[in-house]
């Protein structure tokens, strides 16, 4: 069974700093890209960031370019988001999975871990 295990949430004033953590177990980790997503109040999942499973490809949402930094260890299985500068708008529920739409589904969602950026 896949488990999808946020971290690392919680209440910032705005320019602070969070460290998010996802830890997965029940498949081969290093087999797969892996992404953040999040959703907003009231709004849609948002791309967040992707990993590739060889560390070298990483990819960012305009909005987060320059912010936010993922980061993976896969002896430790486990997904990381650092972000910096947080603006009131990445509040959210931030949520890891797989990078592919379709394993995602296959997959289902963790509880996800809140973030508010506020003052």
């Known amino acids: 069974e896949v488990q999808l295990v946020e971290s690392g949430g919680g209440l910032v004033q705005p320019g602070g700093s969070l460290r998010l953590s996802c830890a997965a177990s029940?498949?081969?980790?290093?087999?797969?890209?892996m992404s953040w997503v999040r959703q907003a109040p009231g709004k849609g999942l948002e791309w967040v960031s992707s990993i590739y499973s060889n560390i070298c490809g990483t990819y960012y949402a305009e909005s987060v370019k320059g912010r936010f930094t993922i980061s993976r260890d896969n002896a430790k299985n486990t997904v990381y988001l650092q972000m910096n500068s947080l603006k009131p708008e990445d509040t959210a529920v931030y949520y890891c999975?797989?990078?592919?739409?379709?394993?995602?589904?296959?997959w289902g969602w963790g509880q996800g871990t809140q973030v508010t950026v506020s003052s």
């Open positions: 999975n797989a990078a592919s739409p379709s394993i995602a589904t296959m």
């Open positions: 029940g498949f081969t980790f290093d087999d797969y890209a």
